[in-house]
């Protein structure tokens, strides 16, 4: 396979530095969507992550050079207790303009009479990649573990102070990147895809 580009459909610079690393040895130089003059706009209104990694995908081809490869990406974190939720309105589970924290309070709060049994969830992740001939992929990864009754750590972002992956006793917030990077939603939903393209 030559060396494509493969535009990350985000403006989310964390995200274009996980993924950098994650894609190390594929033959693929990773920019973000700023190569394109920026993320555009879209009105993710998709009612599963495949369907709004897609919305942000398809806008980002549009936009991008005819040879490029497009990845986007829609996650979030599904917790059993609230029925999946909040699921694909993670980052804007406490309103449209959220805080990381403002998010973590809420769902704390939703879980405050759980016990920590039934507090089990995971972090789920779609890739959405369409090739340099407009062929659509997706790809699936989830990191199962449970939500904590506290905040810990100050590393990653978003709900990683709350969530324990299975196996460990630490939040996502204090394994740090190195951890993360082997079992994040991410890092499973990349290695299915390296696993493919590399075929």
Request: proline share 4%; net charge negative; charged share 25%.
């Amino acid at each position: 396979m030559t060396q494509h580009s493969l535009i990350i459909a985000t403006g989310n610079a964390h995200k274009v530095e996980e993924f950098e690393l994650l894609l190390k040895g594929l033959p693929f130089e990773v920019v973000s969507a700023k190569a394109c003059g920026g993320m555009p706009d879209v009105d993710e209104n998709g009612s599963t992550f495949a369907a709004n990694a897609q919305i942000k995908a398809e806008a980002l081809r549009k936009l991008a050079p005819a040879d490029a490869w497009v990845m986007a990406d829609d996650s979030g974190l599904e917790v059993d207790a609230l029925d999946g939720a909040p699921g694909i309105y993670s980052a804007r589970y406490a309103g449209v303009d959220a805080s990381d924290q403002d998010n973590v309070v809420k769902l704390l709060d939703a879980l405050k009479d759980v016990p920590k049994a039934e507090r089990t969830a995971r972090f789920r992740c779609v890739l959405c990649v369409i090739d340099h001939d407009g062929y659509i992929t997706h790809y699936d990864g989830c990191c199962e573990g449970r939500i904590d009754t506290e905040v810990h750590g100050d590393g990653g972002f978003g709900y990683d102070p709350i969530f324990i992956p299975d196996g460990y006793s630490e939040s996502f917030a204090q394994l740090g990147d190195a951890v993360k990077s082997q079992l994040s939603h991410r890092a499973k939903a990349v290695e299915l895809m390296c696993s493919i393209l590399e075929k």
